[in-house]
């Protein structure tokens, strides 16, 4: 597997537009990604469901398994670990994650493409 290339951060809204875990879809460098701000953390994911195909995972189910916080497929329901992207429930299945922070306010979001 290659080493994943990171793009530049990119700001996306004010921290306050995030409601504590509920998903919001935005558009960052032509790439559709889903945020998150659950536990006191903000997590980015792409928002296409591996498995289902379709823009959907900013709709997910966000909660935890095991300690660890979580994100189900609106679609077929499967769970992933939003620290890692893995699907809980397949084996080989992930969803891509990328870099998420805020600063000044900002929750800004910098792609992680793979090479």
Known sequence: MSAPTMLAWTAVCPLDRLDPDRGVAALVD???VALFRTGGELYAVDNLDPVGGAQVMSRGIVGSRGGLPTL???LHKQ?????????????GVALRRHE??????????????EE
């Open 72 to 74: 189900a497929s609106p």
């Open 100 to 113: 998420v922070r805020c600063r000044d306010g900002l929750v800004e979001v910098r792609l992680r493409q």
């Open 30 to 32: 032509g790439v559709q």
């Open 79 to 91: 769970v992933y670990d939003l620290t890692t992207g893995r699907c809980l429930d397949l084996p």
